[in-house]
């Protein structure tokens, strides 16, 4: 290849990354919710792109399984089923107990005031009422204890099943207190910061299985969707 063409091809894939992760991202603040149509032009529009860059990008998150392509019908923004929402869960029990395991007692340390500043803020917005800030501040926490583990796969791997769980809890989460728990967050922090990587895995777990058995499971949610779609369509 060309020097030319080599950076057009960059250009190009960096492109389809950046309308994928505002996709992700609208998809993990709930901004998009699960069965939503997602209509080609309007992304072009709103996100000022090419037509073929965002064809490339949805068909990399059908692949990632957030999006879902129907021939003939379009794309939708992906309904995980019960299945796949215990599948999920059971996924991130392995990964985000890997992530703590390569947490050491100096990655604490040196991140302290990142994690300080983190932990002031969910205090304060835990206190409140504003459900989207509870929300994204605490799966920020997540995010947090991912990028501090210095994996990149262990990363990569988090970021799509916390995109996918965001689609799960606006699926199965039925009641409206928000599902992270602070004092789980600090539990794990204070095991971390005392170099105890067994018990801050421990409360991990036990703060993932807390997370599930808050959601109600039974696919009742997805066929309602895809009722209202039918009818619609008649
Ligand atoms: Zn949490």
């Known amino acids: 290849m060309t020097k030319t063409a080599t950076k057009a091809s960059t250009n190009k894939q960096q492109e389809i990354q950046r309308i994928i992760s505002k996709l992700s991202k ?26 073929n860059h965002v064809q490339s990008a949805l068909q990399r998150l059908a692949l990632q399984h957030i999006v879902t392509i129907e021939p003939n019908r379009g794309s939708f923004v ?7 929402a215990r599948e999920i ?3 991130r029990r392995v990964v985000e107990r890997g992530i703590i395991e390569n947490i050491t007692q100096q990655t604490i340390q ?8 983190h932990m002031e803020s969910e205090q304060q917005v835990t206190q409140g009422n504003d459900r989207r800030a509870i929300v994204s501040t605490l799966s920020h926490y997540h995010k947090l204890l991912a990028e501090m583990c ?5 990363k990569e791997m988090f970021e799509n099943l916390m995109v996918r ?38 409360v991990m777990l036990k703060h993932l299985q807390h997370l599930e058995s808050e959601l109600v499971l039974d696919n009742t949610q997805s066929t309602a969707t895809d009722l209202v779609m039918a009818l619609k369509e008649l």
């Open 78 to 84: 992906a309904q995980p089923s019960a299945q796949e």
């Open 26 to 51: 609208a998809v993990a603040q709930h901004k998009l919710k699960p069965g939503q149509r997602l209509v080609e032009a309007q992304i072009v529009e709103a996100l000022n792109a090419n037509r």
């Open 150 to 154: 210095g994996n990149t796969v262990l």
């Open 165 to 202: 769980s965001s689609l799960i809890v606006a699926l199965y989460q039925h009641n409206d207190v928000p599902s992270c728990q602070h004092n789980e967050h600090q539990d794990i922090i204070d095991a971390l910061k005392e170099g105890n990587q067994a018990l801050a895995a421990k």
């Open 110 to 117: 040196d991140n302290w005031p990142k994690i300080e500043l």
């Open 89 to 91: 869960f059971a996924a």
